[in-house]
């Protein structure tokens, strides 16, 4: 996905968006960069690919290279960005996180003339960031090509662009499926995907901008350019999975909503009369452990580390390009607790499952050491549907997930008519599924969470929330 951090301030900021953007690492693997602003140097930029390196290593030595008041950095699992414009507009950096889908279509329409041209990477694909400046640069001013830019994209675009004045503009989504939160301090002001980004930093709280809102930002004003929208929906799974633990959105904090979802799930499983002797309760860690202690808390069973995963040096096992190297990375970082595997009988609960074979490995790894059963708890629905907003799942086809794999196998295209049973546990074909999945992959149990469930643990309002990789809703 990604995640970007901005800085317009009084004074030197160029350590507050190093360490700024670096508390973004988690939302992504591919790109990092850095735009900064001086008003001897004028614009300046640096991008590092952060596949095999962290971000913070390849930007240690950033102090050295630029400097400035003004800043705006960027985590990317999409192209490189920041990058820098000039146009009739002026010159300025820009980067965005979210996912263009009608990229083609645009251009065709839009920008492709005989006097036009766009730097194409590998494959002829144009990058985002480019695409999306370009739209802009087609009206007049930054707030009129924003909004032309965000009503003709398919897809989701929260945009940061950073002025060869110094002052930057931010603009959330026009559905407001991402957050883009603006903290204060003395010296001016702060913009972040994360808050706790700009807390640590120094910055208080300020406002939380509302779908479809741009905000120019000096270091002494806030000013509005784009009015918010009507309608907000924004994806619910931030809080099951991508959102760090300390982060809050639309005033939810994550952590507290894993937990208070995994009690939830407890109290479905007492409901239906889940009565199997469990000896502990863990999470497939990390972002499943606290929705795994939620459920330990409520239903009174155990909480357990029951492998640990190794991670000084492989802190992300999605960060290699090949499938099967991921694969190898994810199982060598499983460290097994032999005394509290070897007979045990475990729950485990997982953020999701989405294609499921990391799970299958983990849960092999587990009988493998002694395991007597494996009772698997999903923290959210059955994802029924790839994202077509965010691209959370990369998943490319709906083959690849696992549920409406499962669904396919089981009853053909005719299934495609019942997938609302299917994510229902109390119908047959809602047992069914779940009975052919614990077969695959050799569940003792699998429960998925409701979908009533998971928004009652977010606790907005159920049309405020993009849930559409789990319904097919927009």
Known sequence: MGGFFGIASRCDCMSDVFFGTDYHSHLGTHRGGIAAFDSEIGLQRSIHNIENSPFRTKFAHIFDEMKGTSAIGCISDSEPQPLLIRSALGVYAICFIGVIHNSAELIDKYLLTKNCHFDAMTGGKVNSTELIAALINQKDSFAEGIKFAEDVIEGTASILILKDDGALIAARDKMGRLPVLIGKNDDGYAVSFESFAYAKLGYEDMAELAPGEALEITPNSVKQLLAPRDKMRICAFLWTYYGYPTSCYE????????????????????????????????????????????????????????????????????????????????????????????????????????????????????????????????????????????????????????????????????????????????????????????????????EFQTLEGAVKAIGIEPDKLCTYCWNGKE
């Not at 889940?274 to 863990?282: C, M």
């Not at 497939?284 to 452990?289: A, E, H, I, K, L």
């Not at 299958?360 to 009772?375: C, I, P, R, S, W």
Request: charged share 30%; glycine share 8%.
């Open 251 to 446: 005033g939810v904090n994550v952590e507290l909503m894993r937990y208070r979802n995994g009690e939830i799930m407890a109290e479905n499983d007492k409901k239906r009369g889940f009565d199997t002797k469990v000896d502990y309760v863990g999470g497939v860690p990390d972002s499943g452990t606290p929705h795994a202690i939620g459920y330990a808390n409520r239903s009174g069973i155990p909480f357990a580390r029951a492998f640990i995963k190794y991670t000084p040096t492989w802190s992300r096992s999605f960060m290699p390009a090949r499938q099967t190297d991921r694969d190898k990375i994810a199982k060598m970082k499983q460290v097994p607790v032999h005394g509290l595997i070897k007979g045990k009988s475990l729950l485990f609960v997982d953020d999701s499952i989405v294609r499921g074979t990391q799970l299958k490995e983990t849960v092999d790894f587990l009988y493998e050491n002694g395991a007597k059963e494996v009772h698997m708890r999903s923290a959210c629905p059955p994802i029924m549907y790839p994202c077509k907003y965010l691209n959370f799942s990369r998943s490319t086809s709906e083959m690849e997930l696992i549920a409406r794999r499962t669904i396919a196998e089981l009853e053909g295209d005719e299934g495609l008519s019942h997938i609302e049973e299917y994510s229902d546990p109390d119908t047959e074909r809602g047992k069914k599924l779940r009975k052919t999945i614990c077969d695959k992959f050799h569940f003792a149990s699998l």
